[in-house]
């Protein structure tokens, strides 16, 4: 298993920018391939970017494309989500999601065992 904690949303201007960051622990993180998903109020969780177990290939939703960028750090076990140029349409709860199953980035919710807590991002226009 793996528990995730994630960290830095906050409030921002339109145009602004947001480091996410999300720390694992327990099973071995190199494991894992992780994402980022979001939820906004009255739709459903959507994928916004993926990066596979060595951090090698990304993955990312036509949206946030040359917007967000995703890393990780197999020593320091964290995933981190760049956001830049943030508009009020990225304005949701952001998730970080491991999955050690599969050999390819998943990007439908569901298939995903392990979920951080969420941390909140608000973008004011």
């Known amino acids: 298993q793996v528990q995730l904690v994630e960290s830095g949303g906050g409030l921002v201007q339109a145009g602004g920018s947001l480091r996410l960051s999300c720390a694992a622990s327990?099973?071995?993180?190199?494991?894992?391939?992780m994402a980022w998903f979001r939820q906004a109020p009255g739709k459903a969780r959507e994928f916004v970017a993926g990066i596979n177990r060595s951090g090698g290939r990304q993955y990312y939703v036509d949206s946030v494309e040359g917007r967000f960028t995703i890393s990780r750090d197999n020593v320091k076990s964290t995933v981190d989500l760049q956001m830049t140029s943030l508009s009020p349409e990225d304005t949701a709860v952001y998730y970080c999601?491991?999955?050690?199953?599969?050999?390819?980035?998943?990007?439908?919710?569901?298939?995903?065992?392990?979920w951080g807590q969420g941390t909140q991002v608000t973008v004011s226009s």
């Open positions: 327990g099973r071995t993180f190199s494991t894992y391939n």
């Open positions: 999601a491991a999955d050690w199953t599969s050999s390819y980035i998943r990007k439908t919710w569901t298939e995903y065992s392990y």
